[in-house]
């Protein structure tokens, strides 16, 4: 993949599948015991796209790019965010050479998309997903009130993601305890673990880069191609702590449009449990109890064709899939599907570790 700096000039719609077996997708601090996030009428499992959006930023900080939001230690061990780029950014340029009462307005405009062109150059998390800032120097440099941005909108979202069935919890981790030795003479104690998890679950993200937004960010050509890459690599990499192993990309998809201002719109929707060919959701326990059926989503991507520029598509050899009331034999037949939907040319099926180098910085 080439480097490409142009700033996106298309929509595209994403849809991202991947399962859990016995983990906390995503817990809820707020129930007091850190427990999954359970819809309670459907008991479908939720993972909020901040939880996703964490994955991804931990991987680009992996990978050397510039990531303003991090997960750093602070000296009490605790997790925080480090939230100083901008501030580096704005104290490189002597204060005192600034003189912004001297500069005229288109001047001063300069100046001040210099300083936010390096920021996001170096930030490729606010590229993506924008920002709040928390730079407190309007009071300290006379004349920022006007030019320090309050936020980044970022022009790559994503729904909160969910299950495609109800789900089970793993009642037999939460009498987990743990023996430690303690106190002087080395003796044993035990502490409850409190450890909540899911036995199974097939969960379905949806997600949108909006071209227009793009400008406010600088989002690059680049910069999308490397999602196609990136979710994949972040669910590997980015769940290998106790309550996340377990969870493993199974599908992701970005639909890429010709037309500006157009996408479909919950394309993920169209992507179905199978239910003759399932288990039944309380007996689910792994992705080969589960399949789904693509035949809707091939055809409707069939039947807009002439809107759609590429299909960006990658899918686990272990996912089965349904189509026309039959099972697929593997992921190619998928591939072959949407080839004979779209057009040879119109499917590009991603090489997740025969294309990831490309996406990482440059070496100096």
Known sequence: MSETTETVTNRSEIVFIYDAVDANPNGNPLSGSNRPRIDPETQQCVVTDVRLKRYLRDQLDADEHGVYIRNVKNESGNQSDRNDLLADRLRDLDPDDWNLDDLDDDETDELFDHVYGMFLDNSVDVR?????????????????????????????????????????????????????????????????????????????????????????????????????????????????????????????VRVEYTDESFHLGDLSRELRIDEERSKPDERL?????????????????????????????????????????????????????LRDALGSNGVHVIDVYGEYEATLPAEE
């Open 128 to 252: 993506y997903f924008g920002a709040t800032m928390s730079v407190d120097l309007r009071g300290k440099y006379s004349g920022f009130e006007d030019y320090l941005p309050d936020h980044f909108q970022g022009p790559v979202q994503f729904s909160p993601g969910k299950s495609m069935h109800a789900v089970e919890p793993n009642e037999e981790y939460n009498s987990l305890t743990s023996v430690i030795a303690t106190g002087e003479n080395k003796e044993q104690g035990g502490f409850d673990l409190d450890d909540h998890r899911i036995k199974y679950g097939l969960i379905r993200f949806r997600g949108l880069v909006d071209e227009h937004g793009a400008e406010d960010t600088n989002l690059t050509e680049s910069d999308v191609r490397r999602l196609d890459t990136l979710c994949w690599r972040a669910l590997k990499n980015q769940t290998t702590s106790r309550s996340k192993i377990g969870q493993e990309p199974r599908l992701y």
């Open 285 to 337: 326990r792994s992705i080969r109890d589960v399949a789904v059926n693509v035949e809707p989503f091939v055809s409707r991507l069939a039947d807009n064709a002439d809107r759609i520029e590429t299909v960006h598509v990658v899918a686990s050899p272990s996912m089965r899939l349904s189509y026309g009331g039959e099972e697929m034999e593997d992921s190619e037949a998928l591939y072959d599907r």
